[in-house]
Each structure stands twice: as structure tokens, then as C-alpha cells.
T-cell receptor, first 114, second 117 residues
Framework: NAGVTQTPKFQVLKTGQSMTLQCAQD?????MYWYRQDPGMGLRLIYY???????DKGEVPNGYNVSRLNKREFSLRLESAAPSQTSVYFC?????????????FGDGTRLSIL | AQTVTQSQPEMSVQEAETVTLSCTYD???????LFWYKQPPSRQMILVIR??????QNATENRFSVNFQKAAKSFSLKISDSQLGDAAMYFC??????????????FGTGTRLKVLA
């Protein structure tokens, strides 16, 4: 029962390098999300996707791009990493439709930009 | 836009005692859902409890219960008989509907709970 799987778990980059964070879910969820978590700021939404082929900006999208490859996978790309993007990144998924559907989270990726 | 506020950055409780974590939110929506998540040092986000706004009855899950005051836009979490394993960061979250129909979840800044033996 994998749930939401994020890779990698840790990564160190140099300023200006690019990187893609991978996320996959096996719960047949329609919606997927990317958050960043910084001390004292909680979780802030970067991008989200209602379904395959659809993405929307969240609260802090600058410096990031996303791809909803299929229903299972939602990747986050940093084209030119900056020290301000040092953070813990979480992918999440949820069902659409009526009901109190919670989000299911991956274990996070700790990303350091030097 | 909706906002979620957790005004207590840190709380402490003695083992076996009761503690209440505060959460307030701002919204113009009439129907929504509220959640409490727990994040232990392992970094996992674990759902603790959920509340539907249309339900007057407060949600309860074992030692965890909420005090939902819709008019006051308040959603506090009560932990009874606190255990060492309850030590974690707790996040309050509000679910709203985004522009494309996808649910968006808005999180507070979190409250770090310490449990003292």
C-alpha cells in the first residue's frame, strides 16, 4: 500500500542547477498538489492539478514548473535553482467529488540549494 | 481569499493531561471542511481529525476531539490523556474549491506540541 511516493528524499544542488522532483500516487486520485514547507510558514501551495493535463498556480509558483504526466504522476521542476528554494517539498493527492476528502501526503523531499 | 491562523507557535503539556490547540479561519463560504494534521519528527503528514462545516456535532477520534464554532470561525483541537507519541507539529487546514474545481487546502503555520514526562 504505497500511497504517495516522492523521489528523491534528499538532494543538494548548486545555485543555477536544474532538478525535477517526482511524485506518484496509486490511489486513483484525480487531484495532486505540490507544497513547500518552511519554518514558521506552514505549508504553502506551489501548484496543483485537478486532472491529467490541467495545472493551476498556487500561492508561491514563481521559479517552478509542473507537469501532470498522467493520472498517477505529477512532477515539479526547478529550472534554475536559487538558495531561496531551499525547503522541504511535499506532494499530496486527494479525491474529487463530494465528501470530506483529506489529502494524502508523500514523505517529503528535503532540498538544499548552495 | 481564505486564511487559517494558528496563534500558538508552541505548546507544552504534561503526560496524561489535556491540551487544546487553537485555530481560526476566515472565509465567506458556507460549506467547507476543516482538518487537523499531525507531523511528527519523521516528517510524515498524518490526518488526525476532520470536520464538516454543515455538521453541528463536534468530531471525535479516540483521544482527539474538536470544538467547532462556526459563527466564531474557530476550530480548536483537544488532546486528552496526552502521550509522549503526541509530540509533533500540528497543522490546521481548510478546504475550499479552487478555480478549476479542484479542492484547495489552506494550512496554518502550525503549533509545535511538546509532551513532558
Amino acid at each position: 500500500n504505497a500511497g504517495v511516493t516522492q523521489t528523491p528524499k534528499f538532494q543538494v544542488l548548486k545555485t543555477g542547477q536544474s532538478m525535477t522532483l517526482q511524485c506518484a500516487q496509486d490511489m486513483n486520485h484525480n487531484s495532486m498538489y505540490w507544497y513547500r514547507q518552511d519554518p514558521g510558514m506552514g505549508l504553502r501551495l506551489i501548484y496543483y492539478s485537478a486532472s491529467e493535463g490541467t495545472t493551476d498556480k498556487g500561492e508561491v509558483p514563481n521559479g517552478y514548473n509542473v507537469s501532470r504526466l498522467n493520472k498517477r504522476e505529477f512532477s515539479l521542476r526547478l529550472e534554475s535553482a536559487a538558495p531561496s528554494q531551499t525547503s522541504v517539498y511535499f506532494c499530496a493527492s486527494s479525491r474529487q467529488g463530494a465528501g470530506n476528502q483529506p489529502q494524502h501526503f508523500g514523505d517529503g523531499t528535503r532540498l538544499s540549494i548552495l | 481569499a481564505q486564511t487559517v491562523t494558528q496563534s500558538q507557535p508552541e505548546m507544552s503539556v504534561q503526560e496524561a493531561e489535556t491540551v487544546t490547540l487553537s485555530c481560526t479561519y476566515d472565509t465567506s463560504e458556507s460549506d467547507y471542511y476543516l482538518f487537523w494534521y499531525k507531523q511528527p519528527p519523521s516528517r510524515q503528514m498524518i490526518l488526525v481529525i476532520r470536520q464538516e462545516a454543515y455538521k453541528q456535532q463536534n468530531a471525535t477520534e479516540n483521544r482527539f476531539s474538536v470544538n467547532f464554532q462556526k459563527a466564531a470561525k474557530s476550530f480548536s483541537l483537544k488532546i486528552s490523556d496526552s502521550q509522549l507519541g503526541d509530540a509533533a507539529m500540528y497543522f490546521c487546514a481548510y478546504r475550499s474549491v479552487g478555480t478549476s474545481g479542484t479542492y484547495k487546502y489552506i494550512f496554518g503555520t502550525g503549533t509545535r506540541l511538546k509532551v513532558l514526562a
